[in-house]
C-alpha cells in the first residue's frame, strides 16, 4: 500500500516567518503535488513535480515555492508567512505518465496555522 | 480560471435513502476522477472514468461519465452512516495536465 507521510500534522507559525511543510511517499511514484483545502473551496492545487529537479505551477502558486531534490520528497514552502496561507495543506503522490491520469494518493495533510 | 463544478454542497439523508452528486464542466474533460474524504480523513481515490458514456459500479456506487464528457455523477443506493463524507470529483479540462476539484458535495447520513 502506498504510503504518502507529512512530517507534521499541525502546525503554528507566525506571520514572517518561513515555513517549511515536508512530504516523503515510499512507492517510487514520479508525480507528487501539493494542495490546500479551504472550506467551501475544495482542494486547490499550489505545485506539482513530475521528476526529481522539476516543478510546475497549480492554480495558486503565489505566495509558495517548492523543491524536489530526491524523488521520495517533496517539499512545500511559505517564504514569509501570512495569516491567509493558514489552511489545510494536502500532500498526494501518483504513480507515472501523465499527471491526470494516475490516481492521487494523499497524505494525512497537515494544518497549518498562521498567527 | 478552469473550473468543475459539483452540486449539491451539502446532503442529508436518512439511512436507506439514495444519494447523487453531479459535476459539470463547460469544457470536454480527458477524464474524471472521483474521491471520498471521510470526516477529519484525507482524500481516498474512488474510481476514474474516461470513456464517453461510460458507466461503473461498485457494490452500491454508480459513477457515470456523460455522452460529451463534460458531466458525471456519482449514485449511492440506499445510503448507510459508513457513506458520510465529502465527495469530491476531479477533472481535466482541453488538453490540460492538471486536474481541477470540485468543490465536494458533503454527505451525512442520519440513522
Known amino acids: 500500500d502506498v504510503k504518502v507521510t507529512q512530517s507534521s500534522r499541525y502546525l503554528v507559525k507566525r506571520t514572517g516567518e518561513k515555513v517549511f511543510l515536508e512530504c516523503v511517499q515510499d512507492?517510487?511514484?514520479?508525480?507528487m503535488f501539493w494542495y490546500r483545502q479551504d472550506p467551501g473551496l475544495g482542494l486547490r492545487l499550489i505545485y506539482f513535480s513530475y521528476d526529481v529537479k522539476m516543478k510546475e505551477k497549480g492554480d495558486i502558486p503565489e505566495g509558495y515555492s517548492v523543491s524536489r531534490e530526491k524523488k521520495e520528497r517533496f517539499s512545500l514552502i511559505l517564504e514569509s508567512a501570512s495569516t491567509n496561507q493558514t489552511s489545510m495543506y494536502l500532500c498526494a503522490s501518483s504513480l507515472v505518465g501523465s499527471p491526470i491520469n494516475s490516481p492521487l494518493h494523499f497524505g494525512n495533510g497537515t494544518r497549518l496555522t498562521v498567527t | 480560471g478552469q473550473q468543475v463544478m459539483q452540486i449539491p454542497q451539502y446532503q442529508h439523508v436518512q439511512e436507506g435513502e439514495d444519494f447523487t452528486t453531479y459535476c459539470n464542466s463547460s469544457t470536454t474533460l480527458s477524464n474524471i476522477q472521483w474521491y471520498k474524504q471521510r470526516p477529519g480523513g484525507h482524500p481516498v481515490f474512488l474510481i476514474q472514468l474516461v470513456k464517453s458514456g461510460e458507466v461503473k459500479k461498485q457494490k452500491r456506487l454508480t459513477f457515470q461519465f456523460g455522452e460529451a464528457k463534460k458531466n458525471s455523477s456519482l449514485h449511492i443506493t440506499a445510503t448507510q452512516t459508513t457513506d458520510v463524507g465529502t465527495y469530491f470529483c476531479?477533472?481535466?479540462?482541453?488538453?490540460?495536465?492538471?486536474?481541477?476539484f470540485g468543490k465536494g458535495t458533503k454527505l451525512t447520513v442520519n440513522p
Open positions: 512507492m517510487d511514484h514520479e508525480n
Open positions: 476531479a477533472g481535466a479540462q482541453g488538453g490540460s495536465e492538471k486536474l481541477v
